[in-house]
């Protein structure tokens, strides 16, 4: 992490936000077991341009870019995990 500058500051902040916007979803969908509003296409593209940002993260060496995008495709697995498992229930 010896490439931390001011931009890189910009960047952890943005990725904190986006990332902690987006786990709200993971822990309604956990609670409700309702996935009825996930598309599992969306899902799938999203998985593939996070997996995408953070291998390019891992090339550029930027921690702002590996922190964000590790959390968000934990968080895409754990919704893709839970559209499976709760496709077909009823609450």
């Given amino acids: ?7 890189e500051i910009i ?3 943005a990725a ?3 990332t902690a916007a987006f786990l709200p979803q993971v822990y309604h969908t956990r609670r409700t077991k309702d996935v ?7 899902l ?3 998985f593939t341009g996070v997996s995408l940002w953070l291998v390019y993260g891992f090339y550029k ?13 934990v968080s895409v697995i754990l919704l893709l995990i839970y559209k ?8």
């Fill in 36 to 42: 009825s509003g996930l598309s599992f296409p969306m």
């Fill in 44 to 46: 799938i593209m999203f």
């Fill in 1 to 7: 992490m010896d490439n931390i500058d001011g931009v």
């Fill in 61 to 73: 060496k930027s921690p702002a870019l590996i922190l964000a995008n590790s959390i968000t495709v």
């Fill in 84 to 91: 499976f498992r709760y496709h077909n229930k009823k609450r």
């Fill in 11 to 13: 960047g952890l902040i």
């Fill in 16 to 18: 904190v936000l986006t």
